[in-house]
């Protein structure tokens, strides 16, 4: 019985602590999107100023 209860035990901490990790994983993903979120509106500013100064050049 003592062996059993300490069976499941070790199965709940291993649980707990593949639940955290998929937690640490969820919070790196959404500062992954964010980081990306981010870039992308920098390049897309870049590409219209680019879009500008291309656009003085006459052929």
């Not at 019985?1 to 300490?6: E, G, I, K, P």
């Not at 959404?30 to 979120?37: G, L, R």
């Given at each position: 019985?003592?062996?059993?209860?300490?069976d499941a035990a070790t199965?709940?901490?291993h649980i707990a602590a593949n639940i955290t990790g998929?937690?640490?994983s969820a919070t790196n993903i959404?500062?992954?999107?964010?980081?990306?979120?981010r870039t992308t509106y920098t390049v897309?500013?870049?590409?219209?100023e680019l879009k500008t100064t291309v656009g003085r050049f006459r052929y």
């Open positions: 019985m003592a062996r059993s209860v300490s199965s709940a901490n998929v937690a640490q959404s500062e992954a999107a964010e980081h990306a979120a897309a500013g870049v590409v219209t």
